[in-house]
C-alpha cells in the first residue's frame, strides 16, 4: 500500500479528520486477551483501587493504537508510519457501564519534513483531561 495523500497538497496547519473511540470494560477483556496483558489494574476495579487508581483504566498501548487511527485512517495506508511516539499523561479511566469511555482524537500536520515526510501532532482526550502527551507520528506522504 502507499499513502494516498500527496506530500505537495499537504500544508502545515491542516487538520486531520477527529475521531472518537469507545472503551468499555469488554474492549478491555479482548484487548488482553490479544496482547497477553493481562495486568489486573485493566480488567479488576477491587485491585484498580487498591493500588490507588480512580477505576479499572484501559492499557497504555491500547490508548496510543487507537490515537495513531487517526493518522492511519487520513494517509491509507498504516505502513507510511515511519515514526510513532507519546508520553502516557492520564491514564483513561473505564466506568464499569455499558457506556465506558471516548478516546477523541485530532491531529494536525506540525511540519514538513524532508523526504516526503511530514510530522502529525496529535491530541487525545478522555473525559476533558488530555491522556497523551508529546503524541507525534512521522508519516511518509506520496
Known sequence: MTAKIAFDEVEVGAQLPA???PVTRATLVRYAGASGDFNPIHWNERFAVEVGLPDVIAHGMF?????????????????AVVEYGVRFTRPVVVPNDDKGALIEVSAKVGAKLDDNRVRVDLTAMSADQKVLGMSRAVVRLA
Open 19 to 21: 475521531q472518537s473511540f
Open 63 to 79: 490508548t496510543m493504537a487507537e490515537a495513531i487511527r487517526v493518522v492511519t485512517d487520513w494517509t491509507g495506508d498504516p505502513g
